[in-house]
């Protein structure tokens, strides 16, 4: 039984993170923990756009937040977001890693070392290599690795680097993600 | 990415070690940032790994000095959350340089002076940089000298104007420097920070300084874990005048905390709190 679902994307991962979402019922049995890169100084307004067809709470967690089976949480502009020992997230403004804060590398890393093989991993459509040292991550310490397929990627480099990075599970389209999580822990 | 992945046992003994030879307790802060903090650490000092060290920081108390610099994260950005440096020139500044002779403004966290130069520089805008006592709190003296050389990394300055440019200040950004804005560090007016007091805090401020007016302790309790963020806050709560206001990061809070019911919330979004008269 998996314990969590980290999902990372960039450019041109927006909407498919909405299919997600409004695809899930308000009972999807694990915490979905969204690193996606987004404009430092936009505070507001992302977690109103990706809750308009979400059954699942969206939550910009404060430092420390328990973690909840059946919510998102979505790393805050400007900070890193790390999953911390006890199952709470961790935020950091260390230096941006990948050009990035917040970091998918930083956030699939620590969430692998809590989660190890419960974990399940998702890279979605971006423009730069974050992501791809996190997902091996994941992969190495037993966790469920899943890349979008590039083919099917607004843009590739993301899914690219993690896919030359790591021997992934599964390279699906944006259907074949939904179909999966729909059936995960079932 | 890092080589050296440092584990929770060893990460245990470098605080022991750190405990025992210099009386630093970094037992509670939270352990995640605090690992990556140590394998950078490691990384960057060409050091093996936890027990290289260990035996570094033993008896040499100038490493250690330069391992407190590196072991908090740099703030790395002015005015970061412009709508906050807003509220602090347009309302919580005049309002405590109107109710008091020379107002206390204690800087608790440890940064590299992004939050220090902010700060003065908005005083000066509103001509108040003289009429306020500023503290700025410090772990290492390494850290100090870097601030008063007002040197800004010029790869910064992109997000540093943003910021600023959405505060509405008065002038430009590149005004503040002495020496422009070309390639290479770049010097911000070491005028701004003349009057600025340093004081020397422990790893869990153990000490902070008294009858202070406005504390601005921005996203420094996420280091630590909530026995450590609960201790910190207290003693802020403590040292803060009836009236007095404490500022946290957005995504930091007083709820949850024993320091809560000492406080109103005075802007929520900007997380900045006003301590209860008596």
């Not at chain 1, 692998?112 to 992501?131: C, H, P, T």
Request: with cysteine.
């Amino acid at each position: 039984m998996y314990k969590a679902v980290i999902i990372g994307g960039s450019a041109g991962s927006f909407q498919i993170i909405i299919r997600i979402l409004s695809s899930l019922p308000a009972n999807f049995p694990l915490p979905l923990l969204l690193c996606l890169h987004r404009l430092k100084h936009v505070r507001s307004g992302f977690v109103e756009a990706l809750s308009i067809k979400s059954s699942i709470p969206i939550i910009e967690p404060d430092d420390k937040e328990q973690i909840k089976p059946g919510r998102a949480y979505l790393a805050p502009a400007n900070y890193h977001m790390f999953i911390e020992l006890g199952n709470r997230i961790a935020l950091s403004t260390e230096e941006s890693v990948n050009h990035s804060r917040p970091s998918i590398d930083l956030s699939f890393i620590t969430a692998a070392q809590v989660y190890r093989e419960k974990l399940v991993g998702v890279i979605l459509s971006g423009a730069n290599k974050d992501g791809a040292y996190g997902l091996k991550k994941v992969s190495d310490l037993g966790g469920v690795t899943i890349v979008q397929d590039p083919n099917e990627c607004q843009v590739k480099t993301m899914t690219e680097s993690a896919l030359k990075m790591t021997k992934v599970h599964h390279v699906f389209s944006p259907t074949e993600i939904v179909r999966f999580l729909q059936k995960i822990n079932k | 990415m890092l080589p050296y992945e440092i584990g929770i046992v060893e990460t245990r003994n470098v605080i022991k070690t750190i405990l025992d030879t210099y009386g630093y307790d970094f037992g509670d802060y939270a352990l995640t940032s605090f690992k990556r903090r140590l394998e950078n650490i490691i990384l960057t000092n060409g050091l093996k790994d936890a027990e290289g060290l260990i035996a570094r920081l033993e008896n040499n108390k100038v490493f250690f000095d330069s391992f407190l610099k590196d072991v908090n994260p740099e703030t790395t950005e002015m005015f970061r959350d412009p709508p906050l440096w807003r509220d602090l020139r347009d309302d919580i500044l005049p309002e405590i340089v109107r109710s008091s002779v020379k107002p206390k403004i204690w800087i608790g966290a440890i940064d590299s002076g992004e939050e220090l130069y902010s700060l003065c520089i908005t005083l000066q805008e509103i001509d108040m940089l003289d009429k306020v006592n500023i503290l700025s709190s410090y772990l290492s003296e390494e850290t100090v000298k870097k601030i008063k050389n007002c040197k800004i990394d010029p790869r910064q300055h992109e997000a540093n104007d943003a910021n600023y440019q959405r505060c509405n200040g008065i002038k430009r950004y590149a005004d503040y420097f002495a020496n422009g804005m070309g390639n290479g560090a770049s010097t911000i007016n070491a005028g701004l920070i003349e009057n600025v007091t340093f004081v020397k805090q422990d790893a869990v401020f153990s000490n902070p300084p008294g009858s202070i007016r406005l504390a601005l302790f921005r996203n420094q309790t996420i280091y630590f874990n909530q026995i450590l963020q609960d201790q910190v806050l207290n003693r802020m709560q403590e040292v803060i005048l009836p009236g007095g206001y404490l500022v946290l990061g957005i995504k930091e809070s007083l709820e949850n905390t024993i320091a809560n019911n000492k406080f109103t919330v005075k802007n929520s979004a900007e997380k900045i709190y006003r301590k209860k008269a008596g």
